[in-house]
């Protein structure tokens, strides 16, 4: 979703859509920014962008975040509009992973670990749906 289409379909709202900034609570510096989700299909494939380079401009689609020691995590869409859990490089904000999944997960995610394991879980529509971390 790109919220709010202007007269050529494309949003009235200058991208990136939605993002996650990490902020150093210490001096309050903005560390990095990342777009959440993947620029929509609408606008990767629109006339008027035509061969341009269209940087990530993310979707207008809550992302509900979580975090481990080092990993950020939030659910979002992918540019065909299939929900997917984002993994990131907490430090960086530099993707590592992408998981697509069934339901888009519009509520709070949790984490945690068993026996060793790190598990996500994540309430998509009216089920949970859990994911297990590769093991270390």
Do not use: C
Not at 13 to 34: C, E, F, Q, V
Not at 53 to 63: H, L, R
Not at 123 to 134: C, E, F, N, R, Y
Request: hydrophobic fraction near 30%; charged fraction near 20%; glycine fraction near 10%.
């Amino acid at each position: 979703s790109t919220g709010v289409r202007g007269p050529d379909g494309l949003s009235i709202y200058k991208p990136p859509y939605s993002r996650i900034t990490a902020i150093d609570m210490n001096t309050g510096d903005h560390l990095w920014m990342i777009p959440t989700g993947e620029t929509p299909e609408i606008v990767l494939n629109h006339p008027d962008l035509k061969g341009k380079d269209i940087p990530n401009t993310g979707v207008m689609v809550p992302a509900p975040i979580t975090v481990t020691k080092t990993l950020l995590m939030y659910t979002s869409t992918s540019s065909d509009g299939t929900p997917a859990l984002f993994a990131g490089d907490k430090k960086t904000g530099e993707q590592i992973g992408k998981v697509e999944f069934e339901d888009l997960a519009r509520y709070g995610n949790m984490t945690y670990r068993h026996e060793g394991r790190q598990y996500v879980v994540l309430q998509s529509g009216p089920k949970l749906t859990v994911l297990a971390l590769p093991e270390d």
